[in-house]
């Protein structure tokens, strides 16, 4: 590989890590880095020696490290929320997929917390929490008839707990969404 | 690299990390420069070799933080190269770290200075 290619190569790499910043920014970056470069060959050849592109990319380090650096506090904005810390390891990985299906998964859950409660309200006698016998097994279920050997726990409490627990998620879900969005692409 | 250059560069690393910032807002003060030769004055020092792939990404971070302002400017038949110099907020910063440095080599060099077996005493008490 000819050192141009070389250097093309690098940048070419080092712009597709630069991604997630604005355009205009990781342009500015790309540029800078591309100058320094081909100041140092020059420089090289200056003074007799052998140009070395090599060595000069090897200063700057692997593309996907580099652009990490330029990435991550630009990123940075804002913080998450307390208790949160453990999501900025996920947050580098994430992706669209990743995004929605947590949003689907869940907004999907506090839904169905909430039609259960709601459901209770109308419906109380189909639907509600059985404690097994012996309490080994829990059931939430829609059934006419009551399992055998159970007895219904939570009763009427069931329409508070359901509803509010849905909304305790449909909240949550919506806070580890807006920290994911900021380092979607 | 000897076993003793190599506990030299640790140790150089570490101080580094929190003082770099101040010896690049230093080495802008009153002048401007544009990142390779602001690399290469530092690297004229032999504590402060820096790779470009840190220099680079904390320049960036300096500018963010406006304590720097980067201009392009090319002058005559050279590429065009970008300059930096102090920005306003990066004078008081230098200010700031710079009292902050000399007092922690003064009391660092008073520890050294007083051994044992007596108790050190805080000058001015």
Same mark, same amino acid.
């Given at each position: 590989m000819s050192e141009r290619e070389q250097i093309h190569h690098y940048l070419k790499d080092l712009s597709k890590y630069l991604s997630r910043l604005d355009k205009l920014s990781a342009d500015e970056v790309i540029r800078e880095i591309e100058s320094h470069i081909l100041d140092a060959l020059e420089i090289q050849e200056?003074?007799?020696?052998?140009?070395?592109?090599?060595?000069? !990319?090897?200063? %700057?380090?692997?593309?996907?490290?580099?652009?990490?650096? *330029?990435?991550?506090?630009?990123?940075?904005?804002?913080?998450?929320?307390?208790? %949160?810390?453990?999501?900025? +390891?996920?947050?580098?990985?994430?992706?669209?997929?990743? *995004? *929605?299906?947590?949003?689907? %998964?869940?907004?999907?859950?506090?839904?169905? !917390?909430?039609?259960?409660?709601?459901?209770?309200?109308?419906?109380?006698?189909?639907?509600?929490?059985?404690?097994? &016998?012996?309490?080994?097994?829990?059931?939430? +279920?829609?059934?006419?008839?009551? *399992?055998?050997?159970? &007895?219904?726990?939570?009763?009427?409490? !069931?329409?508070?707990?359901?509803?509010?627990?849905?909304?305790?998620?449909?909240?949550?879900?919506?806070?580890? !969404?807006?920290?994911?969005?900021?380092?979607?692409? | 690299m000897t076993k003793q250059e190599n506990s030299n560069e640790k140790w150089d690393v570490q101080l580094r990390k929190g003082t770099l910032e101040l010896v690049i807002l230093a080495a802008l003060k009153e002048r401007s420069l544009y990142g390779l030769e602001l690399l290469k004055l530092l690297h004229s020092f032999e504590t402060m070799k820096i790779t470009e792939g840190t220099f680079y990404p904390l320049m960036d971070r300096l500018k963010r933080d406006e304590l720097v302002s980067a201009l392009w400017h090319q002058e005559g038949e050279s590429r065009p190269r970008k300059y930096y110099q102090l920005a306003q907020k990066g004078e008081q910063k230098l200010e700031l770290l710079t009292s902050r440095w000399r007092q922690s080599v003064e009391e660092i060099e008073y520890i050294i200075q007083n051994p044992g077996p007596k108790a050190i005493k805080k000058t001015g008490e």
């Open positions: 200056q003074n007799g020696q052998q140009s070395d592109a090599q060595a000069v !990319l090897d200063g %700057f380090g692997e593309p996907r490290e580099l652009a990490n650096q *330029y990435v991550e506090h630009m990123l940075k904005g804002t913080p998450p929320p307390r208790g %949160f810390k453990a999501i900025q +390891t996920v947050k580098k990985g994430v992706t669209k997929s990743l *995004y *929605y299906s947590m949003g689907f %998964f869940g907004f999907g859950i506090s839904l169905f !917390l909430i039609i259960i409660g709601l459901s209770k309200l109308f419906m109380p006698d189909l639907i509600g929490v059985w404690s097994a &016998t012996h309490g080994n097994s829990v059931i939430i +279920t829609f059934s006419e008839h009551a *399992y055998s050997n159970s &007895t219904e726990i939570l009763g009427y409490w !069931l329409i508070p707990i359901a509803i509010l627990l849905g909304i305790g998620i449909a909240r949550l879900t919506k806070k580890v !969404l807006a920290v994911l969005k900021e380092s979607l692409q | -």
